[in-house]
């Protein structure tokens, strides 16, 4: 028999990127007095993790608790990137409701639709955050209608359409019923929350059940798995068994518990139904586990996740400067190996597979962001390893066979200045327009563009607006093939030798196009130095320097004006990347190489790959 737990909600904050969700929650840290005023002010404190405070956005979800007039709130923070979606489906899978955030003068945007889409599926009561409602140019009734709008349009039910609305100053931790009406703090929003999120059913009769939702990992406790525990109580050294999504059973004991509590977890010695709880004691858990007494006979259904769309090759560093700046023994192909199963644990969006070679691995994921998000964390834990371009996904009808592709639903918000851009840069990777609006100077441009057409579009998009616009993109579906899209339409400028750059070399390179380094990069044959400003590659030797005979000579060689280098981040790294090249990722530096290195062989392989062309055409 179930019923429900009062003294306990459990919700989750979804929002678009930047709209200030992880503030909000800062804001509701503190007034319940989770630490001194005095403490981590103007801190997010959520976003722990340095690629997220560096980036600004949530990448992994996180859990924390606050007590209010003797009712507990667990509180779980999400993304709101649709590359993260895989973190977004287990958090909503332990909550009963959720804090819909609105930016009071962006109204709901992309990625609100993609996590608001979930939590009205899973049925979830919503609550209506209007946000910074203090910006000059907010507007907040509007907000309210697109809001209210956008569950009409994701098919919500009549309950869960007429929902209650807050309005809320996060930084300054204010909330009011009336947006010209706002208290001093956060008490309305709190009222509500205890009012319209209902608490958790659970079967407190039943033998204890929960789903692993969420893994993290204790230096002294092992592996660590989340999940709200469903049914009966958990206790601290009870006998469990670990229910696989595939039905295999393992027994085991708790060794841990715990429960989340203001920013920390707080070791208890058993927990209810209802509660959101942390607990040890296998040496291998997954995400979509279920832990239960032994009397359990079969497990909770598991998380569906969506497929992933995008694919890299991950291998060990091959280039002759391996070993140099990576960990000690962290560059073999079982480290490399470990390391990505590893990720697959808790990344349930990811995919890693073995190769026909020892030291290479496809390793498939959401997006571009979310396949750089991991680059990234490696290379900052010491690793070092190449990666090949990124490429999408194909699938097949299985009615007709038809070879379809991954479409993405992409948003773009721009000056009205800069229509002509966006179109021509879209409709180029075979784009095709299905809304256009403007308002106060600012175009809102809505596409559907296949994935193929989006891999490099990011950066190139930033330039092309001067880092003025924002573009956002979710997954829509598979369709027919959309034709051909030109790829990179300039070639790379290779170096000729192994050596240091020099001043003199590098003025002959820059007449040839862009470089990515400056006078005194090491560099080694077969590694780019730059973009050429026509089709085509240019080996080029950039470690060449001028025989001096005289002193005016040497005069004339030290008036060299070098154009300062492009500086490349990682996502642009990816993006320039063309079929016949890698990229050496180390931990303290970034190479575009070529697969072929020695120019000689390089030469060789274009010319056979010529010839079997040529062949083919011929025969067909």
Not at 7 to 13: E, G, V
Request: with cysteine; net charge negative; glycine share 10%.
């Amino acid at each position: 028999m179930t019923h429900i737990r009062d003294d306990i909600r459990n919700i989750a904050i979804i929002a678009h990127v930047d709209h200030g969700k992880t503030t909000l929650v800062d804001g509701m840290l503190k007034q319940s007095k989770v630490f001194r005023d005095s403490a981590v002010v103007g801190q997010c404190i959520l976003d722990s993790n340095a690629l997220e405070r560096e980036r600004g956005i949530t990448i992994l979800s996180k859990n924390t608790a606050i007590t209010w007039n003797g009712i507990k709130i667990n509180i779980v923070d999400t993304p709101g990137h649709a590359d993260f979606g895989g973190e977004v489906e287990r958090v909503l899978n332990m909550v009963d409701g959720a804090l819909l955030l609105v930016d009071a003068a962006e109204g709901p945007m992309p990625q609100t639709r993609f996590v608001l889409r979930k939590a009205l599926t899973l049925g979830l009561r919503v609550i209506v955050v209007v946000n910074k409602i203090e910006r000059p140019n907010a507007r907040v009734h509007d907000a309210l209608n697109e809001t209210f709008d956008l569950f009409i349009e994701l098919g919500a039910s009549d309950e869960q359409s007429d929902f209650p609305v807050i309005y809320t100053i996060g930084l300054e931790g204010r909330a009011g019923f009336d947006p010209n009406d706002m208290q001093d703090d956060l008490v309305p929003l709190f009222e509500t929350i205890l009012k319209e999120i209902p608490g958790p059913q659970i079967a407190p009769d039943q033998p204890a059940s929960l789903l692993v939702t969420t893994l993290d990992y204790d230096n002294y406790k092992g592996q660590i798995g989340v999940g709200r525990l469903r049914s009966g109580v958990l206790r601290k050294g009870m006998d469990v068994v670990r229910i696989t999504p595939a039905g295999e059973r393992v027994t085991g004991k708790v060794e841990y518990l715990f429960t989340h509590h203001n920013l920390s977890r707080q070791e208890v010695a058993e927990v209810e139904a209802g509660d959101i709880v942390a607990f040890s004691g296998f040496d291998e858990l997954r995400i979509s586990d279920t832990i239960a007494d032994p009397a359990v006979s079969e497990g909770l259904p598991p998380i569906s996740i969506e497929e992933p769309t995008v694919r890299m090759t991950f291998g060990v560093n091959t280039s002759p400067y391996a070993g140099r700046e990576g960990r000690s023994g962290w560059g073999t192909s079982r480290r490399l190996r470990q390391r990505l199963y590893e990720e697959t644990r808790q990344n349930v969006a990811l995919r890693v597979e073995d190769t026909d070679q020892a030291d290479r691995f496809v390793v498939s994921g959401r997006g571009e962001l979310h396949l750089a998000i991991l680059i990234e964390t490696m290379r900052r834990e010491g690793y070092e390893f190449e990666v090949s371009k990124p490429e999408v996904i194909y699938s097949e009808d299985p009615m007709t066979g038809e070879l379809l592709e991954p479409f993405e639903e992409v948003h773009v918000e721009v000056a009205e200045g800069m229509i002509g851009t966006v179109v021509e840069l879209l409709g180029a990777r075979r784009g095709q327009m299905i809304d256009m609006s403007s308002e106060n100077g600012t175009a809102y441009l809505q596409y559907l563009v296949p994935t193929r057409g989006l891999l490099g579009f990011r950066s190139r998009f930033l330039t092309a607006t001067s880092g003025m616009g924002q573009v956002h993109s979710l997954f829509h579906g598979y369709s027919p093939l959309a034709g051909t899209i030109q790829g990179r339409q300039f070639g790379s400028l290779v170096a000729f030798e192994t050596g240091v750059a020099v001043a003199y070399g590098l003025d002959n390179a820059q007449l040839r196009g862009s470089l990515f380094i400056g006078p005194g990069t090491e560099i080694y044959e077969g590694m780019v130095v730059g973009e050429h400003i026509r089709p085509g590659d240019l080996p080029i030797n950039v470690c060449k320097t001028k025989h001096l005979t005289n002193h005016r000579a040497k005069m004339e060689n030290e008036r060299i004006m070098l154009t300062p280098p492009r500086v490349m981040s990682l996502d642009d790294c990816i993006d320039f990347l063309a079929e016949d090249e890698l990229l050496e990722v180390t931990p303290q530096s970034l190479r575009i190489r070529k697969r072929i290195l020695k120019n000689e062989l390089r030469q060789k392989d274009r010319k056979a790959r010529e010839k079997l062309i040529e062949a083919m055409e011929m025969a067909s």
